[in-house]
């Protein structure tokens, strides 16, 4: 059988598998953030389809950083009851689960938090968002990275497995990591060792807050796709090595922006239906990183849709975990079904219809009919 069905560490948190159910944010809580039975549900489907580590959606550390009207909060004390549900719906069907803490930065709206959106930086107005944020102060950073750490804390006494730094997807950590979204001239930015004191800070912050074996990991882009120079695959490799030399327990690879990737462009050109990127379109990034990282394990997430790809992968060492978010939407057991042979792909066709729907306030589901049973 392929090393993608045999158990693997994470630093030292045992998966039963190689899957991984990447953060996907659901838009199906109040606005109080709140975890509900709505929420419960699906993630109980997802750990009753053998998904060896699941990462719910970003979960937003301080009430500046909300970045949906339905998303899941872990600011403050009142959030861990809720939060202890959602371990236990997970940990009840033999699953394990990692928390992604996240700050929208410049990606929200005043509609959205109550308060005036902040960035690293102002350089104009955000054109998905239509705002200009106000650049943050020294006191509002220290503030943000506290409550990294204070988030951490609750996700572990939440019973969380561990927890992932969001530094991807344009959101703060990966706003600050950027040159095209960074361009301070201060101790935050300014080069590449200063551009990185922001996400270095927040790991410190979390490791005082959690117990010494808990596993931090990071969810790291490799191209903003920006129109000026933003992070790409050799700055992505230097932020990794970096990462790894502080010690991270595992880099998940991503890429974009919600104003500048390949889905946002087809968004605003007003392209409706497919959007069907390369296969494992991460990969290349990938196979600068890996080398460079030593053991730590690297997760591959990106149009990897075929089983003998991903077996591939493993086996070649380019990965050692594969993480998938679409294919989940619209196949929760397809790991069951990958394990006992009824298919070997994915179902999803890349529509994105189910991420364009929560973008408008829609509950997260597969939007293709004839979905595949378990």
Not at 197 to 218: G, H, T, Y
């Given at each position: 059988?392929?090393?993608?069905?045999?158990?693997?560490?994470?630093?030292?948190?045992?998966?039963?598998?190689?899957?991984?159910?990447?953060?996907?944010?659901?838009?199906?809580?109040?606005?109080?953030?709140?975890?509900?039975?709505?929420?419960?549900?699906?993630?109980?489907q997802l750990a009753k389809g053998d998904i060896g580590l699941i990462v719910p959606g970003h979960m937003y550390v301080h009430p500046t950083g909300k970045a949906g009207l339905?998303?899941?909060?872990?600011?403050?004390?009142?959030?861990?009851?809720?939060?202890?549900?959602?371990?236990?719906?997970?940990?009840?069907?033999?699953?394990?689960?990692?928390?992604?803490?996240?700050?929208?930065?410049?990606?929200?709206?005043?509609?959205?938090?109550?308060?005036?959106?902040?960035?690293?930086?102002?350089?104009?107005?955000?054109?998905?968002?239509?705002?200009?944020?106000?650049?943050?102060?020294?006191?509002?950073?220290?503030?943000?990275?506290?409550?990294?750490?204070?988030?951490?804390?609750?996700?572990?006494?939440?019973?969380?497995?561990?927890?992932?730094?969001?530094?991807?997807?344009?959101?703060?950590?990966?706003?600050?990591?950027s040159p095209f979204f960074n361009q301070r001239e201060d101790k935050w930015g300014g080069n590449n060792e200063n551009r990185f004191r922001f996400v270095k800070e927040v790991?410190?912050?979390?490791?005082?807050?959690?117990?010494?074996?808990?596993?931090?990991?990071?969810?790291?882009?490799?191209?903003?796709?920006?129109?000026?120079?933003?992070?790409?695959?050799?700055?992505?490799?230097?932020?990794?090595?970096?990462?790894?030399?502080?010690?991270?327990?595992?880099?998940?690879?991503?890429?974009?922006?919600?104003?500048?990737?390949?889905?946002?462009?087809?968004?605003?050109?007003?392209?409706?239906?497919?959007?069907?990127?390369?296969?494992?379109?991460?990969?290349?990034?990938?196979?600068?990183?890996?080398?460079?990282?030593?053991?730590?394990?690297?997760?591959?997430?990106?149009?990897?849709?075929?089983?003998?790809?991903?077996?591939?992968?493993?086996?070649?060492?380019?990965?050692?975990?594969?993480?998938?978010?679409?294919?989940?939407?619209?196949e929760p057991h397809l790991v069951k079904r990958f394990a006992s042979g009824k298919t070997n792909e994915a179902g999803c066709v890349s529509c994105n219809n189910c991420l364009?729907?929560?973008?408008?306030?829609?509950?997260?589901?597969?939007?293709?009919?004839?979905?595949?049973?378990?």
């Amino acid at each position: 059988m392929s090393k993608l069905f045999n158990p693997f560490n994470i630093g030292t948190l045992t998966v039963k598998n190689r899957f991984i159910h990447s953060a996907t944010y659901e838009s199906m809580l109040e606005s109080d953030g709140m975890v509900n039975e709505v929420l419960l549900k699906r993630y109980r489907q997802l750990a009753k389809g053998d998904i060896g580590l699941i990462v719910p959606g970003h979960m937003y550390v301080h009430p500046t950083g909300k970045a949906g009207l339905k998303q899941t909060a872990i600011y403050n004390d009142s959030f861990i009851s809720g939060l202890k549900k959602l371990v236990s719906a997970i940990h009840d069907e033999e699953g394990k689960v990692i928390f992604q803490l996240a700050h929208a930065g410049r990606q929200t709206r005043k509609e959205v938090t109550g308060l005036e959106p902040i960035a690293p930086f102002n350089n104009g107005v955000d054109p998905t968002f239509g705002i200009e944020p106000r650049a943050m102060t020294e006191e509002e950073i220290q503030e943000i990275i506290e409550a990294f750490g204070a988030a951490a804390g609750r996700a572990a006494d939440a019973g969380a497995d561990g927890v992932q730094i969001h530094a991807a997807h344009g959101y703060l950590g990966s706003q600050f990591l950027s040159p095209f979204f960074n361009q301070r001239e201060d101790k935050w930015g300014g080069n590449n060792e200063n551009r990185f004191r922001f996400v270095k800070e927040v790991f410190l912050a979390i490791k005082q807050n959690v117990p010494s074996d808990m596993p931090v990991l990071i969810k790291l882009n490799t191209n903003d796709f920006t129109p000026e120079p933003g992070i790409d695959p050799d700055l992505a490799a230097i932020y990794a090595k970096w990462l790894a030399d502080l010690g991270i327990d595992g880099i998940e690879l991503s890429s974009g922006t919600l104003s500048f990737s390949p889905l946002a462009m087809s968004r605003k050109q007003g392209i409706e239906g497919e959007f069907a990127p390369v296969d494992n379109y991460h990969l290349a990034a990938a196979e600068k990183i890996k080398p460079v990282i030593g053991n730590v394990p690297l997760l591959l997430v990106g149009g990897v849709r075929k089983l003998a790809q991903m077996s591939n992968i493993i086996e070649e060492g380019k990965a050692d975990m594969i993480s998938m978010c679409r294919p989940f939407i619209r196949e929760p057991h397809l790991v069951k079904r990958f394990a006992s042979g009824k298919t070997n792909e994915a179902g999803c066709v890349s529509c994105n219809n189910c991420l364009l729907a929560v973008r408008q306030g829609l509950s997260l589901k597969c939007y293709v009919k004839g979905v595949p049973e378990s």
